[in-house]
């Protein structure tokens, strides 16, 4: 079992920043890869980024490369997604997301444990 919570979320003006945090717990952590989905109103799921939890290696939505950077601390089992020059359509619920195993990280029904989310919300 891995619980996952994320923070972070809120209010920002297009071209803001905010910085997102998802709070993992749970045993066997470094088997798991982390993601970051967004969902807006009436859309799908979205992949943003993810990252293993043990090498490092992460991975982008072309939409948000060199805008968005996902890490993590080990040490204090936290993985963060950093979001530069927010843009109105990227307003919606970001959720925290682990998975072990699977063929495509970018696919929402991959991971297993899904945080409760956080609400991002840029104003144009």
């Known amino acids: 079992q891995v619980q996952l919570v994320e923070s972070g979320g809120g209010l920002v003006q297009a071209g803001g920043s905010l910085r997102l945090s998802c709070a993992a717990s749970?045993?066997?952590?470094?088997?798991?890869?982390l993601g970051w989905f967004r969902q807006a109103p009436g859309k799908e799921r979205e992949f943003v980024a993810a990252?293993?939890?043990?090498?490092?290696?992460?991975w982008y939505a072309d939409s948000v490369k060199g805008r968005f950077t996902i890490s993590r601390d080990n040490a204090k089992n936290m993985v963060y997604l950093q979001m530069n020059s927010l843009k109105p359509e990227e307003m919606g619920v970001y959720y925290c997301?682990?998975?072990?195993?699977?063929?495509?990280?970018?696919?929402?029904?991959?991971?297993?444990?899904w945080g409760q989310g956080t609400q991002v919300t840029v104003s144009s």
């Open positions: 997301a682990a998975r072990n195993g699977g063929t495509s990280i970018t696919m929402a029904r991959e991971y297993d444990y």
């Open positions: 749970g045993r066997t952590l470094s088997r798991y890869l």
């Open positions: 990252i293993t939890w043990s090498g490092g290696t992460s």
